[in-house]
Protein backbone atom coordinates (compact mmCIF):
# COMPACT_ATOMS: atom_id res chain seq x y z
CA UNK A 1 0.00 0.00 0.00
CA UNK A 2 2.65 2.49 0.50
CA UNK A 3 4.55 1.99 -2.44
CA UNK A 4 1.33 2.44 -4.16
CA UNK A 5 0.79 6.00 -2.10
CA UNK A 6 4.81 6.62 -3.22
CA UNK A 7 4.00 6.40 -6.72
CA UNK A 8 0.96 8.48 -6.81
CA UNK A 9 2.49 11.25 -4.83
CA UNK A 10 5.65 10.40 -7.78
CA UNK A 11 3.52 10.54 -9.96
CA UNK A 12 1.83 13.92 -9.21
CA UNK A 13 4.80 15.91 -8.58
CA UNK A 14 6.36 14.83 -12.13
CA UNK A 15 3.29 15.90 -13.75
CA UNK A 16 3.88 19.37 -11.94
CA UNK A 17 7.10 19.93 -12.78
CA UNK A 18 6.02 19.33 -16.11
CA UNK A 19 3.34 21.64 -16.45
CA UNK A 20 3.45 24.01 -19.60
CA UNK A 21 3.51 27.47 -19.39
CA UNK A 22 3.46 30.62 -22.29
CA UNK A 23 6.13 33.05 -21.52
CA UNK A 24 6.26 36.66 -23.28
CA UNK A 25 9.71 38.19 -23.82
CA UNK A 26 9.88 41.94 -25.11
CA UNK A 27 13.17 42.97 -27.67
CA UNK A 28 12.08 46.40 -26.49
CA UNK A 29 14.35 47.52 -23.74
CA UNK A 30 12.33 47.81 -20.34
CA UNK A 31 9.29 47.07 -22.93
CA UNK A 32 9.70 51.26 -23.90
CA UNK A 33 9.49 52.75 -26.93
CA UNK A 34 11.08 55.90 -27.48
CA UNK A 35 9.74 58.32 -30.50
CA UNK A 36 12.53 60.48 -29.55
CA UNK A 37 11.79 64.14 -30.80
CA UNK A 38 9.53 64.17 -33.66
CA UNK A 39 8.29 66.71 -36.08
CA UNK A 40 4.09 66.56 -36.35
CA UNK A 41 3.72 65.39 -40.40
CA UNK A 42 6.34 63.25 -40.43
CA UNK A 43 6.00 60.49 -39.35
CA UNK A 44 3.40 58.29 -38.98
CA UNK A 45 3.30 57.87 -35.34
CA UNK A 46 3.41 53.38 -35.80
CA UNK A 47 5.86 51.99 -34.10
CA UNK A 48 5.81 47.59 -33.14
CA UNK A 49 6.48 45.64 -29.49
CA UNK A 50 8.50 42.81 -31.07
CA UNK A 51 7.98 39.55 -28.64
CA UNK A 52 9.10 35.64 -28.57
CA UNK A 53 7.53 32.96 -26.78
CA UNK A 54 10.25 31.66 -24.81
CA UNK A 55 7.61 29.65 -23.03
CA UNK A 56 6.54 25.70 -24.07
CA UNK A 57 3.14 26.33 -24.22
CA UNK A 58 0.90 28.63 -26.99
CA UNK A 59 0.84 32.43 -25.76
CA UNK A 60 -2.81 33.92 -26.00
CA UNK A 61 -2.71 37.31 -26.49
CA UNK A 62 -6.76 38.03 -25.03
CA UNK A 63 -6.19 42.19 -25.25
CA UNK A 64 -4.50 45.51 -25.34
CA UNK A 65 -5.92 48.24 -23.95
CA UNK A 66 -4.48 51.55 -24.14
CA UNK A 67 -4.87 54.50 -21.72
CA UNK A 68 -6.23 57.15 -24.29
CA UNK A 69 -8.07 56.75 -27.83
CA UNK A 70 -4.96 58.90 -28.75
CA UNK A 71 -2.91 55.58 -29.10
CA UNK A 72 -4.77 52.64 -30.69
CA UNK A 73 -2.84 49.20 -30.46
CA UNK A 74 -3.04 45.72 -32.43
CA UNK A 75 -2.64 42.43 -30.80
CA UNK A 76 -2.13 39.20 -33.07
CA UNK A 77 -5.27 37.49 -33.52
CA UNK A 78 -3.63 33.65 -33.30
CA UNK A 79 -1.69 32.42 -30.83
CA UNK A 80 1.86 32.44 -31.13
CA UNK A 81 3.43 28.88 -30.71
CA UNK A 82 7.01 28.28 -28.62
CA UNK A 83 9.99 29.56 -29.88
CA UNK A 84 7.56 31.75 -32.64
CA UNK A 85 7.92 35.61 -32.90
CA UNK A 86 4.52 38.37 -33.05
CA UNK A 87 4.19 41.31 -33.04
CA UNK A 88 1.88 44.73 -30.97
CA UNK A 89 1.97 47.58 -33.17
CA UNK A 90 0.59 50.97 -32.02
CA UNK A 91 0.24 54.05 -33.88
CA UNK A 92 0.03 57.26 -31.83
CA UNK A 93 -1.91 60.25 -33.14
CA UNK A 94 1.03 62.33 -33.10
CA UNK A 95 -0.47 64.92 -31.26
CA UNK A 96 1.56 67.84 -30.61
CA UNK A 97 3.50 67.48 -27.15
CA UNK A 98 5.31 64.79 -24.91
CA UNK A 99 4.43 61.03 -25.18
CA UNK A 100 4.05 58.89 -22.39
CA UNK A 101 1.66 56.34 -22.77
CA UNK A 102 1.26 53.36 -21.66
CA UNK A 103 -0.34 49.97 -23.47
CA UNK A 104 -1.49 47.25 -21.13
CA UNK A 105 -1.40 43.39 -22.45
CA UNK A 106 -3.07 40.86 -20.93
CA UNK A 107 -2.13 37.61 -22.09
CA UNK A 108 -1.46 34.02 -20.55
CA UNK A 109 2.29 34.09 -20.35
CA UNK A 110 3.15 32.95 -16.63
CA UNK A 111 6.29 35.07 -16.15
CA UNK A 112 4.33 37.96 -15.32
CA UNK A 113 1.95 38.72 -12.31
CA UNK A 114 -1.82 37.96 -14.08
CA UNK A 115 0.00 37.88 -17.64
CA UNK A 116 -0.68 41.55 -17.49
CA UNK A 117 2.34 43.38 -19.45
CA UNK A 118 2.69 47.43 -19.45
CA UNK A 119 4.48 48.88 -22.25
CA UNK A 120 4.88 52.35 -22.76
CA UNK A 121 6.02 54.62 -25.08
CA UNK A 122 7.70 58.40 -25.17
CA UNK A 123 9.16 60.94 -26.66
CA UNK A 124 7.87 64.36 -27.76
CA UNK A 125 6.09 65.45 -31.08
CA UNK A 126 6.78 69.15 -32.28
CA UNK A 127 5.41 71.46 -34.54
Same mark, same amino acid.
Given at each position: MQKIIA? #??? &?LCSNISFSQAAKIEFSAKENTIDYGRVTKGSDSGIRVFEFTNTGNAPLVITNVLS????? !?? &???????????????? !?? *???? &??? #??? &? #?? !??????? *????????????? !???
Open positions: F #IIF &TTCGCT !VP &TKPEAPIMPGKKGKIE !VK *YNMA &TGP #IRK &T #IT !VESNAAN *YEGGRIALKIKGE !VIE
